[in-house]
């Protein structure tokens, strides 16, 4: 082939593409005049609201992009917003259904008027989040951000429409159409004997404090090894705060996380108070009246956690030849498989180290510094704080795997540390304390229904702890060495784990009990210490002729002072101020506390006396005085990622789809 003709076919070739060029249409250029023409797009306008949960709100017509910004019906329903939405009701058991569902609905799909949208009123979705919120708090779960009622909702001014109107307007139509008065509102929701969840027992507690607010309220003192609350519910007249010569007391369930009745009572408890009260039961608003009651549930939720998944699959085998797990022990330690009832401050060893001197004490006996050094568990932390920020006068911990009430000491103090009989010096009172609680259960205190070890040595439902079964480092006697509080342990029943149907016979036998317990709190002497000119004497010592243990008084130089039926002779001290004795005498049945006061002259102080209440004193206040319980909690974190440890609400995996970024909104702690 001749270069000419090579030359011909690729200019043929070259024109061809040109004239295909030039058969396109000219390309947008901003230097020539009406080349380029403006891309018209279609203005938002009303549409049908087609989102299927979102049917039944009072108006028909939406908008896209909503409030969200999801451009379309088919990106609104692949959000994780929508999703929540189809499933809230199940989430949370039915509560607040409907209410959160069209909250919901009205940011998804909001109200479109004259090719408009109109933003639902922020009064509406305070309401609603004030109603629902521990609902949410009660499966771990954040309120969600598209309800953020400052974010996404207005105020009437604004002008904004009530999402839930039609809602209303239904339910005053069917009251109308029913021409039925409507029940009265139950003080609070009937009590379920079953088991609850973690995130249902706190969900119950929120919900009671809510119904029962003038009484009652909640409070965290920290969390478990694996992050979860620790929380309290407190009923007062006057909640929050303590009030003068208003004794205070204190029960802990579920301290053992296998040993699960307690932690089911307390919470059942928390509930007939509040309803009791709310329904004018004269006994129940007696006691919330003049007593300050804390009720901790659960101490140890995380071996809760695993108690009732070991509990769960021993239930697999086939029972009827007998193949069971053995799962007396599972779930019995925290997450770092310790004893928490083994791991308070071993404070008996001390005093019985100090017994031959003639000035040792038995009360405020400062925590070792030695004790920091050790594994010291979070739940544990936690605890010694609440127990030494309140004054609190009685106590009384729930535990399973026998039928009695043991009392200090709990550490023998044989050499070996054999079990053998250990009095406290207040024994007597502890005795009158626990028969308090034995005698006014159902069957505690008869002879033949002792199930477990405690059989040989107890005596109609009671037994000293150090007899029984020695331990060192109990919860119930660092109370009694450390604080002004009394405490004794209740083993509820040989079976740790009883079946759910045995739950309402539980409470029907430990109903009596439970509120007798808490009104002994009131028997013995209570009072003020004050110089000669009123102010009250904080740190005066209130002592007995014969026991040697002594109470301090606190800020206000106020005082509580357990003690038995009987004569007493009873004396008051401080540094720098004489001696002053009473002899008392208080009857065997007590409706409040004798009321004894004490007025101290100045006087010179002694050398010794003085040197010996400032060592005790100092000594007391050092509470973990190297940090070393923030520095072990840094370390653990250092050594395994919280983030990584911690334990994802049951319900994260619904949320968590391929493809689209994990909801971390929906997270309480993220």
Not at 29 to 37: F, Q
Not at 156 to 161: N, Q, T, V
Not at 327 to 334: C, D, F
Not at 553 to 581: D, F, K
Request: glycine share 6%; charged share 25%; aromatic share 10%.
């Amino acid at each position: 082939m001749t270069m000419c003709r090579k030359m011909s076919i690729m200019l043929r070739i070259l024109l061809q593409l040109f004239a295909l060029a030039s058969c396109a249409p000219p390309r947008c250029d901003p230097r020539v005049r009406g080349l380029c023409k403006p891309t018209v797009q279609d203005k938002p306008k009303c549409t049908d609201v087609s989102l299927s949960y979102c049917d039944d709100m009072a108006y028909t017509q939406t908008m896209f992009p909503n409030i969200l910004g999801h451009r379309s019906r088919e990106e609104a329903e692949a959000g994780a917003e929508y999703l929540l939405m189809s499933v809230v009701e199940s989430l949370l058991g039915g509560e607040c259904n409907p209410d959160i569902r069209m909250l919901g609905c009205s940011v998804l799909a909001p109200r479109c008027e004259n090719a408009k949208v109109l933003k639902p009123c922020r009064h509406t979705c305070e309401a609603v989040q004030k109603k629902c919120s521990h609902a949410f708090q009660g499966i771990e779960m954040a309120w969600p951000y598209f309800l953020d009622c400052d974010r996404f909702f207005v105020s009437e001014e604004e002008g904004c429409y009530d999402p839930l109107a039609g809602l209303k307007a239904e339910e005053g139509a069917e009251a109308v159409d029913s021409m039925e008065i409507p029940p009265p509102e139950e003080p609070v929701s009937s009590v379920q004997f079953k088991y609850h969840t973690n995130p249902q027992m706190i969900s119950i507690l929120k919900k009671t404090e809510e119904q029962c607010s003038s009484i009652a309220r909640t409070y965290s003192i920290g969390r478990s090894m694996e992050g979860r609350e620790l929380l309290v519910i407190e009923f007062s007249n006057n909640p929050g705060q303590h009030e003068l010569l208003e004794p205070e007391m204190k029960y802990i369930g579920n301290m053992h996380g296998n040993e699960v009745l307690g932690r089911q009572l307390l919470i059942y408890l928390a509930q007939y108070l509040c309803s009791e009260y709310l329904l004018g039961n004269e006994r129940i608003q007696n006691l919330i009246n003049t007593t300050r009651i804390h009720i901790l549930p659960s101490m140890n939720p995380d071996g809760y956690e695993v108690a009732v998944s070991g509990h769960q699959d021993s239930n697999y085998g086939d029972e009827e030849e007998g193949h069971r797990y053995d799962t007396w022990n599972i779930g019995r330690n925290n997450a770092q498989n310790i004893d928490l009832n083994r791991n308070f401050p071993d404070l008996t060893s001390v005093v019985y180290s100090r017994r031959r001197q003639n000035t040792y004490r038995t009360d405020h006996v400062p925590i070792p510094d030695y004790y920091w050094f050790g594994k010291v568990a979070p739940e544990t932390y936690a605890v010694m704080k609440w127990i030494r920020s309140i004054p609190f006068v009685l106590s009384a911990n729930f535990h399973g795997g026998d039928l009695v009430v043991s009392y200090p000491y709990d550490l023998s103090k044989h050499p070996l540390e054999r079990n053998l009989l250990s009095p406290a010096p207040d024994d007597q009172v502890f005795k009158f304390l626990a028969r308090g609680y034995a005698e006014s259960h159902e069957r505690m205190s008869y002879e033949n229904a002792n199930c477990g070890s405690s059989r040989d040595q107890s005596v109609k439902g009671i037994v000293n702890g150090a007899q029984w079964s020695s331990i060192a480092g109990s919860m119930q006697d660092f109370n009694y060495l450390h604080t002004n509080c009394f405490e004794v342990t209740v083993e509820l029943g040989c079976d740790r784990f009883p079946a759910e149907e045995e739950l309402f016979i539980g409470w029907h036998e430990n109903h009596e009990a439970l509120l007798t317990f808490m009104e002994l709190v009131h028997y013995g002497i209570k009072g003020i210490v004050q110089d000669e000119e009123g102010n009250g004497i904080k740190g005066a010592r209130i002592s007995l002729k014969g026991i040697r243990h002594d109470i301090t008084t606190g800020e206000t130089g106020e005082y509580w002072r357990l003690l038995s039926p009987g004569s007493h002779i009873v004396s008051a001290t401080a540094p720098g101020y004489t001696r002053v004795w009473k002899r008392v005498i208080l009857p065997h049945r007590m409706q409040t506390a004798g009321r004894v006061d004490f007025v101290l002259q100045k006087a010179p102080l002694e050398l010794d006396m003085q040197e010996e209440d400032l060592a005790i004193s100092t000594g007391y206040d050092r509470f973990d005085p190297y940090n070393q319980y923030e520095r072990y909690t840094l370390t653990a974190d250092l050594s395994q990622n919280r983030e990584e440890r911690a334990e994802k609400p049951w319900w994260w995996s619904y949320f968590v789809l391929p493809g689209i970024p994990a909801p971390t909104w929906l997270l309480q702690h993220y």
